[in-house]
């Protein structure tokens, strides 16, 4: 955007009642292509991934996430995966419903959703906003609440630092297939 103002573009309008999803909650951008999620909206209202290119063209929702609820990070791998953290894992009737929250990570097209750590209180709750880094081979983040401290004589509620380390790649051999 310019200093007058003009340059300024829409790319895409968030609506309740077509299923793309509503309130915005992350975003990256990988190539020519922004990623984001919402915190609501898909088929259990429980927010969504989508793609879209920069000059707005393409809008595409790429995985409804309904094992996970509130996305609120998004970090891109050197591998070309995507990392997140959504604040709550499962429904009330599932038995890995889970109010600390997760990290999960999703390819760009929406598929691969896996889990790769639920949170308890005391390893952290991701119910707000975290950040999310690569360093090696381990993601870094923080998370706003849970841990181990204490605040006005609550125990657990002043957030954590964390580290995940990821599984070492396998080495390939010369004759194995790519």
Do not use: C
Not at 72 to 98: C, E, F, K, Q
């Amino acid at each position: 955007m310019r200093q007058d103002g003009s340059g300024f573009k829409v790319l895409h309008s968030f609506d309740r009642l077509n299923g793309s999803g509503y309130y915005p909650s992350a975003g990256l951008v990988a190539g020519d292509i922004l990623y984001g999620t919402t915190t609501q909206g898909g088929s259990s209202d429980k927010g969504v991934m989508f793609g879209v290119a920069l000059d707005g063209s393409g809008f595409t929702l790429l995985r409804d996430l309904d094992k996970t609820a509130y996305p609120w990070t998004l970090m891109l791998d050197i591998s070309g995966v995507i990392y997140g953290v959504a604040s709550h894992v499962g429904g009330r009737d599932d038995p890995t419903y889970n109010l600390d929250g997760a990290l999960f990570q999703v390819r760009p097209d929406g598929q691969g959703f896996t889990i790769v750590h639920s949170f308890g209180w005391l390893d952290g709750s991701a119910l707000g906003s975290v950040w999310l880094t690569r360093v090696g081979n381990s993601i870094f983040g923080v998370t706003e609440t849970g841990g181990f401290g204490t605040w006005y004589g609550y125990y657990g509620d002043g957030g954590v630092v964390f580290r995940l380390d990821l599984p070492q790649p396998r080495a390939r051999r010369h004759l194995d297939p790519p």
